[in-house]
């Protein structure tokens, strides 16, 4: 039950930060399209997770789709869906620090743990 619930937490939180990094820079995608890049990303990660995966591949593989979704949902110019793109890692990134460190919430970039259970050493 808790991966289940850890799952739809990281593609909550994904879809959360294309959503606003999207209304940010260049006026927003709709809500069901930000939930399907977070669905597809995080499936992506699980999935090659799944397959015992080396981290770094696990992290790697939904990048370029993500990337991807992004531009045919944006339907804009390149250098728009880029600058888009990164500010949509930002917010990704800072949702990370935050519940990485807060709740030890991993899922979103598994490699990079901020706090770890001091009891589980």
Do not use: C
Not at 90 to 103: A, G, K, N, R
């Amino acid at each position: 039950m808790k991966y289940i619930r850890d799952f739809a937490l990281a593609i909550a939180l994904t879809a959360a930060s294309y959503y606003m990094g999207t209304l940010l820079v260049s006026g927003g995608i709709n809500w069901w399209e930000a939930l399907l890049i977070g669905i597809t990303v995080v499936s992506l990660g699980a999935i090659t997770e799944g397959l015992n995966a080396p981290i770094w591949l696990i992290i790697l593989v939904p990048f370029p789709v993500g990337m991807l979704l992004l531009y045919f949902f944006l339907n804009t110019t390149v250098i728009m869906w880029f600058s888009t793109y990164l500010m949509t890692l930002l917010i990704y990134t800072l949702i990370h620090m935050l519940v990485s460190y807060s709740f030890q919430f991993h899922s979103l970039i598994p490699a990079w743990k901020l706090r770890t259970n001091p009891s589980a050493r």
